[in-house]
């Protein structure tokens, strides 16, 4: 699976963005889909993943009513809406995808996309 994350960008505190992570193959839906980020000096973090149905999401406490993960699997594309951004959301961004199970471990996901850049300005 190969995996191609973008949508980043510069935006001001309380504005959106919508990142895009699309992938190759033909088993898209059988993959939990999970987002992380990455701040400079810190370490990797979890932000969301959503389960192959779909039918099951979870997201780390700090961005809980501000983002939306979904995904169409159709398109083999997954999605995290991000409202009411804040600076320290400012991060990049990678998606992930796992073929078993759902995790919100990092090196339990099996493929992982480059990132894409998240700045949100004061």
């Known amino acids: 699976v190969q995996l191609q994350a973008c949508g980043g960008g510069l935006v001001q505190a309380g504005g959106s963005l919508r990142l895009s992570c699309a992938a190759s193959?033909?088993?898209?839906?059988?993959?939990?889909m999970g987002w992380f980020r990455q701040a400079p000096g810190k370490e990797r973090e979890f932000v969301s993943f959503i389960s192959a149905s779909g039918g099951t999401t979870s997201y780390v406490d700090s961005v809980k009513g501000r983002f939306t993960i979904s995904r169409d699997n159709a398109k083999n594309t997954v999605y995290l809406q991000m409202n009411s951004l804040k600076p320290e959301d400012t991060a990049e961004y990678y998606c992930?995808?796992?073929?078993?199970?759902?995790?919100?471990?990092?090196?339990?996901?099996?493929?992982w996309g480059q990132g894409t850049q998240v700045t949100v300005s004061s």
């Open positions: 992930a995808a796992k073929r078993f199970g759902m995790t919100m471990t990092a090196n339990e996901f099996d493929y």
């Open positions: 193959g033909r088993t898209f839906s059988k993959y939990t």
